[in-house]
């Protein structure tokens, strides 16, 4: 996720993957998260992904709709949201999310409270990244590595195929078919590569025969706690540049009015990390909710410390003992609000100071707990 992030955001090829099993705005069954069987990839699994390839190898532009639904396992949080998305080759991108009015007595998982997600906009012009937090009316920008760019981007983190040869897929993924019918193919996908593995643990893609292009896509976290699912409607392949503007309100969708945000350089561990639905980062000063994806050292002559402050201790564990590190956990203090339960206060060595290869790296977590203890011990 650190070293090649900054392609996901929006590309076209990350938009198209993130969702399926057919999932509604009203109380249809959400999808499933459970790892499809791997199984050896068969003559027809072969043959499905050379046609894939194939039937979008000659997309210059794709444009459409979506809906957007975010399963968060931890807090039991369904937020849904609608959008617009459009892609043109080789590597610019956008997703625009809106609110929706989510009816009283709206049902959605058992358990799970039905929310409206805010409204966002992620844009990849093929130089940079521009994630627009319309609340806050913040802009926060990353460059995008000149190695990266163009053709380049079916090499980041989430690219799902869109030109992707299939002998090189083979390699990168591991696909496995769970069902196929006159109308639709069902595959499961799990990644081989670890730069893969750390963004998402699973796929689950819906592919239409006729075009080959997605109906949904379902992508789960490296933890299992949080599910996002799309569903695409009203694709259309190829068309005039006067489209853009009927549906942008701009024939310039890539080059958005910033005049009256507050611009940022982002930070890669915060915005280039996340696809788009991730909570953004929140103050250290006013926490309210966790952090998702803390950067992992710098691959320099003399690696620091990132701030760890309001993530899951899962997620900072898995990432640093990726990356060569030795994680201790320990419960702390009571957690000042239920979102920040097992996240991240307190951490060893701390914030910008110098790191060693296979250094051991002491995090400490808010606890449920009503009454602080008085000594450290270890997390379960």
Known sequence: ???????????????????PDALSQGSAKPPATEQPAATPLSPRLHQILITWAQKTSTIERLQGK?????????????????????????????????AISIPEGTK????????????????????????????????????????????????????????????KAEKRYRFSLIKESVDEVWLGVLPRQRNDAVNWRIAKVILMKQTFLPRAVQLTDPTGNRTTVYQFADIEVN???????????????????????????????????????????????????????????TATKAPTMPSLKDYHWKIVKQ??????????????????????????????????????KGQTVQITLFDRAVVQTSAKQPAP
């Open 239 to 297: 068309r005039t540049a006067s489209t853009i503007e009927r549906i942008f309100g701009t024939a310039t969708p890539f080059k958005p009015d910033l005049g009256s945000y507050k611009i940022v350089t982002a930070d890669v561990g915060d915005v280039a990390a996340r696809t788009p639905g991730t909570p953004p980062r929140t103050s250290p000063a006013t926490p309210t909710q966790p952090r998702t994806t803390p950067r992992t050292p």
């Open 319 to 356: 990432r640093f003992e990726d990356a060569g590190y030795t994680v201790k956990v320990f419960r702390g203090k009571p957690a000042p609000t239920t979102k920040l339960v097992y996240c991240v206060y307190e951490q060893q060595p701390t914030a910008g100071a110098s790191l060693q």
């Open 66 to 98: 979506h809906t957007r639904v975010i399963y968060d396992e931890i807090y039991k949080v369904e937020k849904r949201s609608r959008g617009l998305f459009y892609y043109e080759a080789p590597d610019k991108g956008r997703i625009d999310v809106s």
């Open 1 to 19: 996720m650190i070293r090649k992030l900054c392609l996901v955001a929006i590309s076209a090829t990350a938009l198209l993957m993130f969702a």
């Open 108 to 167: 959605g998982r058992p358990q799970f409270t039905v929310q409206s997600d805010l409204p966002e906009r992620w844009i990849c012009d093929g130089s940079k990244i521009i994630k627009i937090d319309e609340p806050r009316r913040v802009a926060s920008l990353l460059s995008i590595p000149a190695e990266n760019r163009g053709v380049n981007m079916m090499d980041g983190p989430l690219p799902f195929l869109f030109g992707m040869p299939a002998d």
